[in-house]
């Protein structure tokens, strides 16, 4: 069973920054490609940004390309998001995902969700 606990979430005006964090359980990164996703009031679960099973590539939506940027600590079997530059339509709440596929870019190949931690930009 794979466990994703995030943290980092809060209230930050436009052009601020904020960091996420996703703590995995187990054997998380080597078994399982993870990632980013958000959800806005309204709107569908999109894809922000995520790293291939076993961490050797990266991917990002192109509403965040330049702005986002995804890391990770594979001692502390942690996952990073780097939100710089937020936006008010960057708003949602955002959720740490896994999936036993080689890369995760559609919430329809998740395995594993966290609990999620809300982002509200204010402009």
């Known amino acids: 069973q794979v466990q994703l606990v995030e943290s980092g979430g809060g209230l930050v005006q436009a052009g601020g920054s904020l960091r996420l964090s996703c703590a995995a359980s187990?054997?998380?990164?080597?078994?399982?490609?993870v990632g980013w996703f958000r959800q806005a009031p309204g709107k569908e679960r999109e894809f922000v940004a995520g790293f291939s099973r076993g961490g050797t590539m990266t991917s990002y939506a192109d509403s965040v390309k330049g702005r986002f940027s995804i890391s990770k600590d594979n001692a502390k079997l942690t996952v990073f998001l780097q939100m710089n530059s937020l936006k008010p339509e960057d708003t949602a709440v955002y959720y740490c995902?896994?999936?036993?596929?080689?890369?995760?870019?559609?919430?329809?190949?998740?395995?594993?969700w966290g609990q999620g931690t809300q982002v509200t930009v204010s402009s």
């Open positions: 187990g054997r998380t990164f080597s078994n399982h490609a």
């Open positions: 995902a896994a999936s036993s596929s080689v890369i995760v870019t559609s919430s329809s190949l998740v395995n594993y």
